[in-house]
T-cell receptor, first 112, second 113 residues
Framework: DVKVTQSSRYLVKRTGEKVFLECVQD?????MFWYRQDPGLGLRLIYF???????EKGDIPEGYSVSREKKERFSLILESASTNQTSMYLC???????????FGPGTRLLVL | GESVGLHLPTLSVQEGDNSIINCAYS??????FIWYKQESGKGPQFIID?????DKRQGQRVTVLLNKTVKHLSLQIAATQPGDSAVYFC????????????FGKGTKLSVKP
């Protein structure tokens, strides 16, 4: 079974803090994704990565950055957290040549 | 989590009945479709997928139907159980292995015992 894990289930941060969300997958997948999920808006793609050290902007990259130093790990960084970044953050991975994405359990972030 | 279910269409069914959840997709070039289930407080879980060269695919207690003419996808759950209560959403892909999924907003299924 594919396993995608996220470092925290719940996080509370203050406005202006730098926030790191970590995602690890154990299936040697080349592709990894970060989404945020908000009521009424569904899943929106923030960033994705096709390979180590490679990253591509998704639909809503503003206010975020990412890091992929190792194949199994994809980090989402909020350089200076703001209250409108309060959301559920979901990481997913996908094998090369595949189309199905497999999701982690999510991190619920509250920015005060 | 719980807030995922807010503002979503809701389908309420009796335990043991069959459920049908519908999804309209956006791109006529999409050739791969997935249904996900998301329970409260958890990440989306893959249920079943279908390619555009098929119009029906069956899994265990679930069936996906694809109508390309009207760009419509449905998920049928047989003998719905309380454990089926969740948000269900579809996703489409039109870029092959280089594409990214486009997700629907979801339907909340509530199963009454």
């Amino acid at each position: 079974d594919v396993k995608v894990t996220q470092s925290s289930r719940y996080l509370v941060k203050r406005t202006g803090e730098k926030v790191f969300l970590e995602c690890v997958q154990d299936m040697d997948h080349e592709n990894m994704f970060w989404y945020r999920q908000d009521p009424g808006l569904g899943l929106r793609l923030i960033y994705f990565s096709y390979d180590v050290k490679m990253k591509e902007k998704g639909d809503i990259p503003e206010g975020y950055s990412v890091s992929r130093e190792k194949k199994e790990r994809f980090s989402l960084i909020l350089e200076s957290a703001s209250t409108n970044q309060t959301s559920m953050y979901l990481c997913a991975s996908r094998p090369q040549g595949g189309e199905t994405q497999y999701f982690g359990p999510g991190t619920r972030l509250l920015v005060l | 989590g719980e807030s995922v279910g807010l503002h979503l269409p809701t389908l309420s069914v009796q335990e043991g009945d069959n459920s049908i959840i519908n999804c309209a997709y956006s791109n006529s070039a999409s050739d791969y479709f997935i249904w996900y289930k998301q329970e409260s407080g958890k990440g989306p879980q893959f249920i079943i997928d279908i390619r555009s060269n098929m119009d029906k695919r069956q899994g265990q207690r679930v069936t996906v139907l694809l109508n390309k003419t009207v760009k419509h996808l449905s998920l049928q759950i047989a003998a719905t159980q309380p454990g089926d209560s969740a948000v269900y959403f579809c996703a489409e892909n039109y870029g092959g292995s280089q594409g990214n999924l486009i997700f629907g907003k979801g339907t909340k299924l509530s199963v009454k015992p």
